[in-house]
């Protein structure tokens, strides 16, 4: 209509006011529909619809959404809020308690602009495997191994427990009164208190102690077990009828149908050259015992580093084993300073989170398991290991039936002490099929960070601090930020 007006226009000033209303309406219209696109630019995408391109991500209202894969299409996932790190506080001046003369206040350097920290968007849970997905298989026929499904015969890993503690001697070995205080004093109260604080209070293991020394009327040779610790047992070695008879022994006068294993502590000698956890098959009020641990005192007595023997046997009860090489050239690092199971004498007993999580004391939302990479980056916060919060303690990446790479959080606590510089995330990896002492745990790390110990002897902790990355076949592990509640890791594919 408009057009067909102009058609018929005969005067020029008529037709250019004209002209001009048209070139307006025209700007106006341009206008409103660049409004247009701009609003439906800026709108939230919504979880579940179409998006153009895989790990795109477009921030909006304090919520990042990411382009994801769900079956053969792309879609927006759920919006993640997004984590900024607070900045350091500024010391403020301390103010002066004499007055000073007024003068003509000096020029001041003009303040360098602020630096806006980075923001993360952290991976949401559900974009993760469940951690049922991440338990790796093993080979191995022993019931110590670092796979799953775990042995029935190991002792419970959960709930309010309870043991035994038997002080034996023979009629060529006295009673020593050591045995019990060493117990008393050293090994109970340290097993006692790591077991709950490692487990978040999930398990409390109470050790009694049967006071009244047991008369076992053998020779302490009887046993076959006097081969000297470095020495291979003798085929006719008997731990497990030492651990019988004391049984016979203290069953008259004490109920066993409450406890779930069985120590037997003998004195200090050197006709028993061995100690350490054992498999039995033994009943007693109705109770069937598969484990116990034996031997005497001679190997941890008066020793603070060995306050963990006990920690340490009773791992192998729980079904873990010496998950370091043993055999390897630590000459570079010195050896892995993590948990009891490393050696007798660990710098840091705390389990590592693999042992935590084949024991079953994580729950499902402090774990992030990776069975195959959906997203081309996972971001997230792990809290320290030694936490005892919600918040995630590990992230698992699972690289096939049996072996997996394991992530997790170090900070100095009760359970063990660290440096500033030894502090970080540790990397390493698990393969199941690997035996004990051979390496099923293997560290995966750029700088040792020796700590050197007494006797020349050096430890490490190959930990990962704000900046630092490693990569294993194609698997990126990096330290983005580390701030007060945890460490904020991205895990990526090459």
Request: hydrophobic share 35%; aromatic share 10%; net charge positive.
């Amino acid at each position: 209509m408009y057009e067909c007006e102009l058609t018929f226009v005969t005067s020029k000033n008529y037709s250019l006011r004209v002209l001009k209303r048209k070139s307006l309406l025209l700007a106006i219209t341009f206008i409103l529909v660049g409004v247009s696109i701009g609003a439906v630019n800026a709108a939230a995408p919504k979880t579940g619809a179409i998006c153009a391109k895989l790990g795109m991500k477009l921030t909006y209202s304090g919520k990042t959404y990411t382009c994801i894969k769900s079956g053969k299409k792309l879609v927006w996932s759920k919006g993640v809020v997004t984590v900024k790190p607070s900045p350091s506080a500024s010391p403020s001046p301390s103010p002066s308690s004499s007055p000073e003369p007024k003068e003509s206040p000096a020029a001041q350097p003009t303040p360098k602009p602020s630096i806006t920290p980075a923001i993360y968007s952290l991976t949401s849970q559900d974009q993760f495997n469940k951690s049922v997905d991440c338990k790796v298989s093993t080979k191995l026929s022993a019931a110590e191994n670092y796979g799953f499904p775990r042995a029935s015969s190991l002792i419970p890993t959960l709930g309010e427990r309870r043991a035994i503690a038997l002080f034996v001697y023979f009629d060529d070995l006295p009673f020593d009164p050591k045995q019990i205080s060493e117990w008393e004093n050293n090994q109970i109260p340290t097993f006692e208190k790591y077991i709950e604080a490692m487990s978040y209070g999930k398990l409390k293991y109470k050790i009694d102690l049967f006071r009244t020394p047991l008369h076992i009327k053998k020779s302490v040779l009887s046993y076959n077990l006097d081969t000297p610790h470095d020495k291979p047992m003798k085929p006719n070695a008997d731990f497990a009828g030492l651990i019988r008879d004391a049984v016979a022994v203290a069953d008259p006068l004490l109920d066993f149908s409450g406890f779930e294993f069985i120590n037997v502590v003998t004195p200090a000698t050197d006709k028993i050259g061995f100690e350490g956890a054992a498999g039995t098959e033994i009943r007693a009020d109705g109770k069937l015992f598969t484990r116990a641990t034996f031997g005497g005192i001679r190997e941890y007595q008066d020793d603070p580093k060995k306050k963990i023997w006990l920690l340490h046997e009773a791992g192998h009860l729980m079904g873990l084993i010496h998950q370091f090489d043993v055999s390897a050239d630590w000459g570079r690092s010195g050896f892995p300073m993590w948990s009891a199971m490393a050696t007798g004498v660990s710098e840091m007993p705390e389990f590592i989170a693999w042992e935590k999580f084949l024991v079953g004391w994580f729950d499902e939302n402090q774990i992030r398991c990776i069975n195959n990479f959906e997203l081309p980056e996972y971001t997230t916060q792990i809290s320290s290991l030694s936490e005892m919060d919600s918040g995630v303690k590990t992230v698992m990446i699972r690289l096939g039936t049996s072996e997996i790479l394991v992530v997790e959080n170090r900070k100095s606590s009760d359970l063990g002490y660290l440096s500033k510089a030894e502090e970080g995330v540790f990397v390493y990896l698990i393969d199941a099929n690997i035996e004990s002492n051979k390496g099923a745990a293997k560290p995966i790390f750029n700088n040792p960070k020796t700590r050197m110990l007494s006797a020349n002897r050096a430890v490490f902790p190959g930990t990962l601090q704000k900046g630092e990355s490693v990569s294993y076949r194609g698997i990126k592990v990096e330290v983005l930020d580390s701030q007060t509640n945890g460490d904020i890791i991205r895990i990526s594919k090459s």
